[in-house]
């Protein structure tokens, strides 16, 4: 089964609204990453966060990851538009490098 | 042009049929990945190979088969294709800081 599992499966919001997705996972990561994907095509990375960090920030997103509870979420400040996209959390584990994906949220920001 | 490369885009093929996806990837990362994304789902992990000669099994190899005798190239072979193998693949590639670059996917379609 998924390693991760994103909540909610769809998000829509107005543009200039925050955004929050958030990820459980199952097992001990190493890292946690965020994706997105624009309908038909590949993922592009977002953000990674290490299992020793607590907060992350870049730009607009901020990731937070709670290792106790086994959660993350992303949160998309000031949404527009472009931001329209599935949003996939993946971890790899301790382990080694083998990277699971959840199923993703699927966001729409309306104009 | 540096990157990760899939081909073919799109392919149709008939049932029973053996098909090749194609996977190249210019940066001599050690690890590559084989997903498989079925609509409106997240992607789920078919093989994934940590370096040349060294595959292994992801949630879902049954049917599946991959090689890697060089770094840069990791096909994935359905030995005899299966309506429910209809889904578009992702091939990845990961160096040294765990970030996953994708390719831009292939359409399967098995008739």
């Known amino acids: 089964s998924q390693q991760g599992e994103e909540d909610p499966q769809a998000l829509s919001i107005q543009e200039g609204e925050n955004a929050t997705m958030n990820c459980s996972y199952k097992t001990s990561i190493n890292n946690l990453q965020w994706y997105r994907q624009n309908s038909g095509r590949g993922l592009v990375h977002l953000i990674l966060?290490?299992?020793?960090?607590r907060e992350k920030h870049s730009g607009r997103l901020r990731v937070t990851l709670d290792t106790s509870k086994k959660s993350s979420s992303l949160l998309i400040t000031a949404s527009r538009a472009a931001d329209t996209a599935s949003y996939f959390c993946a971890t790899d584990g301790t382990s080694g490098s083998r990277l699971t994906f959840g199923e993703g949220t699927q966001l729409t920001v309306n104009p | 042009d540096a990157g990760i490369t899939q081909s073919p885009r799109y392919k149709i093929t008939e049932t029973g049929r053996q098909v090749t996806l194609m996977c190249h990837q210019t940066?001599?990362?050690?690890?590559m990945f084989w997903y498989r994304q079925d609509l409106g789902h997240g992607l789920r992990l078919i093989y994934y190979?940590?370096?040349?000669?060294?595959?292994d099994k992801g949630e879902v190899p049954d049917g599946y088969v991959v090689s890697r005798s060089k770094t840069e190239n990791f096909p994935l072979t359905l030995e005899s294709a299966t309506r429910s193998q209809t889904s578009v693949y992702f091939c990845a590639s990961i160096g040294g800081n765990t970030e996953a670059f994708f390719g831009q996917g292939t359409r399967l379609t098995v008739v």
């Open positions: 940066w001599s990362h050690s690890y």
């Open positions: 966060i290490r299992s020793n960090e």
């Open positions: 190979s940590a370096a040349a000669d060294i595959t």
